[in-house]
């Protein structure tokens, strides 16, 4: 699972956590302090972007750097926004900017690190989760975790992966990229029985895709288990009959 699948699984998780107290109130200048404006336009921006209006959020995102030039977050959030819009030198000033304002911002350095990882600068990429995991405060630190392994299986260091992805799991047994990586390791190093494990905790938490599903049928593939596998196989068919682990599996036995 190392290619797109890993790239998918490195959310920008500042969003979320931004995400989950924004609203869109109307925004007249006069009623806030500069650094009120900035927080309430970076909110909204980071609103906009996720509806796709990146029009829309640029704006907001540049009124808030307008009252405050100086604010992390912000700047954090407009490399978020350039890098969806494919300006990589204009995300990459804006996190590395984020990240120099504010050294201790735990969600910046998380931010920047998925970029650089996504960018292939995997070293540094693991060195910004490392250094956002230094925060003890930090309220997502396993996905700090999990990234620093998302991105070690991008640097072709399985072994660094897995240290990486037990560390998450050790916070939070719950960590679906975690535990699917871990069934896929799990697996490549023929420990099939904790693979199957590691895949059974997985679909607790998180829906299966196709690439899970092809998993869980090679492991039990190898187990032994002809009535799993063939219900793998069947999930896998009818949910995804065009994707390429579909044709792998061949015609139906």
């Not at 700090?144 to 991008?154: E, F, I, K, Q, R």
């Amino acid at each position: 699972m190392i290619g797109m699948e890993v790239l998918k699984a490195l959310p920008f998780t500042a969003l979320v956590m931004i995400l989950a107290s924004c609203t869109k109130p109307v925004v007249r200048d006069s009623e806030y302090t500069p650094a009120q404006l900035a927080d309430v336009n970076m909110k909204l921006g980071v609103a906009y972007m996720e509806e796709g209006r990146y029009d829309v959020a640029l704006n907001k995102l540049q009124k808030a750097l307008d009252a405050d030039a100086n604010f992390a977050a912000a700047h954090s959030m407009l490399g978020v926004l350039y890098y969806r819009m494919g300006k990589m030198s204009q995300a990459e000033e804006h996190y590395r900017r984020s990240v120099d304002l504010d050294p201790q911002n735990s969600l910046a350095l998380d931010n920047y690190g998925q970029f650089l990882c996504l960018k292939g600068r995997t070293a540094e990429g693991i060195k910004m989760f490392l250094q956002a995991l230094e925060d003890p405060t930090y309220p997502s630190s396993e996905r700090a975790y999990s990234n620093a392994g998302s991105c070690s299986l991008l640097a072709k260091d399985p072994k660094q992966a897995e240290t990486y992805f037990r560390k998450a799991l050790m916070i939070n047994p719950g960590v679906p990229v975690a535990l699917i990586q871990m069934a896929d390791l799990s697996f490549k190093k023929q420990e099939y029985l904790a693979a199957r494990g590691y895949l059974q905790r997985y679909q607790e938490v998180a829906p299966h895709d196709a690439q899970s599903l092809w998993l869980g049928v090679r492991i039990e593939r190898e187990l032994g288990n002809q009535d799993a596998e063939a219900s793998y196989a069947l999930s896998l068919r009818s949910k995804f009959p065009d994707a390429q682990e579909t044709r792998l599996l061949g015609p139906p036995r």
